[in-house]
């Protein structure tokens, strides 16, 4: 999240938003959907918007239905990135929020709910998220699976380390992860035959489109929906 292409179309944020409830986990307040006793969970990582996003809250409700202990954690600690906000731009709010930071509490997030009976975790990175996701990756014993969406700043050297099943859903308009950039990413994935992977990029779609996208646009609606099936599938093959 470092442009004005992914902060366009930014999420009204309904801190009541979703069938869940926010609980304090691993020093954060998070969102949680789903049943607590699920030996599965998927951690959802937002994107600079924050986890009060309705559509990040939705997909979550979406796992926690298939059987999954969905978490979605407050990693902006109650400072989403805000147009209002002059004095705080892009580049002064991610001094205060790097990814580096999110990876680091990630694992603390995954270790209080393995201590809470979590067998197993899937990481769902979107756009900020997504280079969380890429860093959980490259450890088996931290996540199963990894599924990013939009992603930003993630490198070929990041794909070149993961170590666990990773799937990644791009655009044809994106400037931080152009189609021949995913299509390194790809090329890297199939060269590593001990682990599963699954790339695609959504035409005429652009940054950010699987959960700011518009409602009344039938065929973003479409789009966005086919991005939660195949991420909700990847976990249920992989995260067991």
């Known amino acids: 999240m470092a442009g004005p292409q992914c902060c366009s179309n930014p999420p009204t944020l309904d801190p009541s938003a979703g069938a869940g409830h926010v609980v304090h986990l691993g020093g954060l ?6 049943s607590p006793d699920s030996k599965l969970a998927v951690l959802f990582i937002s994107d ?65 709910i393995k201590c809470q009976g979590v067998s197993a975790v899937g990481a769902v990175g979107y756009c900020w998220g997504a280079k969380v996701v890429a860093e959980l990756s490259k450890y088996e014993h931290l ?7 939009h992603p930003a700043w993630v490198t070929v050297g990041d794909i070149k380390e993961a170590k666990v099943p990773t799937a990644i859903l791009g655009t044809e308009i994106d400037d931080f992860a152009p ?62």
């Not at 307040?29 to 789903?34: E, L, N, W």
């Not at 969905?70 to 705080?88: E, I, L, N």
């Open 29 to 34: 307040s998070t969102y949680v959907a789903g």
């Open 48 to 112: 600079g918007f924050g986890y009060e996003a309705p559509n990040l809250r939705k997909i979550a409700d979406e796992a926690a239905a298939t059987g999954f202990y969905a978490v979605v954690p407050d990693f902006m600690h109650g400072d989403p990135f805000a147009f209002d906000k002059p004095d705080r731009p892009i580049p002064v709010w991610l001094k205060d929020h790097s990814t580096y930071k999110g990876f680091e509490e990630a694992k603390t997030i995954i270790e209080a």
């Open 143 to 149: 996540i199963k699976a990894g599924v990013s969406l």
């Open 179 to 240: 189609p021949e950039l995913l299509k390194q990413f790809e090329d890297v994935l199939n060269a590593k035959p001990g682990v599963d992977s699954y790339v695609k990029v959504f035409p005429k779609t652009e940054h950010g489109w699987t959960i700011r996208y518009n409602v009344e646009d039938e065929r973003a609606v479409k789009s966005a929906k086919e991005a939660s099936q195949i991420l909700l599938d990847w976990c249920v093959k992989h995260v067991k």
